[in-house]
């Protein structure tokens, strides 16, 4: 009998890209809209990805399958 394979989380793997040494990237939430409220500052500051923490990561890893 064939083993069941473990699917990766469809709504995570849209959101986070696996780069090639590993480390995953994402963008920072709170940047789409009603941004008139919110500190330059704190725009600016969601302007680039970020980079996962390995904590996080390790979380992660059995939805990312990766």
Known sequence: MAKIKAKSHKGLSKVL???KSGS???QPAMKNH???HKSNQ???RRHH???MS???MKRLKDL???
């Open 49 to 51: 990805d970020s980079e």
């Open 17 to 19: 890209k696996v780069r």
């Open 54 to 56: 390995s904590s996080d």
């Open 34 to 36: 009603k941004l008139t």
């Open 24 to 26: 995953v990237k994402f």
């Open 64 to 66: 990312i399958n990766k």
């Open 42 to 44: 704190s725009r600016r």
